[in-house]
């Protein structure tokens, strides 16, 4: 069975840019939650889909934002990219997504914005 | 409004002495506790986690915790650790009533010195 898989692994943007992330979750997953791990801030909730739902959603601008399409593979996008964004993403998917299931990581995307 | 303070940012250990890795946590609803791991440009992995039951959980490469409710602590240990055990080790709380989300602590670097 294939892992959760991120893509790209690495991107370098521009400030002011804006740059989309994918994850394609484990088969029959259908929550994908995203995280931004930072040196500084550790792993921090960005927000999870369920079923093309955002279920939840943590404590960023509105310049983040995500959607997850009918095959449960999720997008997250940056807009006007800072440098505090240079973070490294990762996203993680369960089944069937309550509180008591396994969260499977990708190998995250590292961004860099320079 | 869920939280995770793991106790030590960095613990160094010689190679087969014993390690643990201290992990509190609050919260005002009742919570899963796991203990996740990264190697160096990796996502994170399960090592092990607390659903209900014993409190005493075993996890995978010889780990274990042990869950006490009263002091609202879950810590990590190995009874002997080897130098591929040199990682980051992240605690981290969910619940049903955020399911989707986990919450991680800061994160513990484990380094083992031959």
């Known amino acids: 069975k294939a892992g959760v898989t991120q893509t790209p692994r690495y991107l370098i943007k521009t400030r002011g840019q804006q740059v989309t992330l994918s994850c394609s979750p484990i088969s029959g997953h259908r929550s994908v939650s995203w995280y931004q791990q930072t040196p500084g801030q550790g792993l921090q909730f960005l927000f999870e889909?369920?079923?093309?739902?955002?279920?939840n959603k943590g404590n960023f601008p509105g310049r983040f934002s995500g959607r997850q399409f009918s095959n449960s593979r999720s997008e997250m996008n940056v807009s006007t990219l800072e440098l505090g964004d240079s973070a490294l993403y990762l996203c993680a998917s369960s089944y069937p997504g309550t509180g008591d299931t396994e969260a499977f990581f990708g190998q995250g995307t590292r961004l860099t914005v320079v | 409004a869920q939280s995770v303070t793991q106790l030590d940012s960095q613990v160094p250990v010689f190679e087969e002495a014993p390690v643990e890795l201290r992990c509190n946590y609050s919260s005002s609803v009742s919570v899963y506790l796991f203990w996740y791991v990264q190697y160096p440009n990796q996502g994170l992995q399960l090592l092990l986690k607390?659903?209900?039951?014993?409190?005493l959980v075993k996890g995978i490469n010889g780990f274990e915790a042990e869950f006490n409710k009263s002091q609202t602590s879950f810590h990590l240990r190995k009874p002997s650790v080897h130098i591929s055990d040199t990682a980051e080790y992240f605690c981290?709380?969910?619940?049903?009533?955020?399911?989707?989300?986990?919450?991680f602590g800061d994160g513990t670097t484990l380094t083992v010195k031959p």
């Open positions: 607390y659903l209900s039951g014993s409190t």
């Open positions: 889909y369920f079923s093309e739902t955002q279920r």
């Open positions: 981290a709380v969910s619940s049903n009533t955020n399911a989707g989300k986990s919450t």
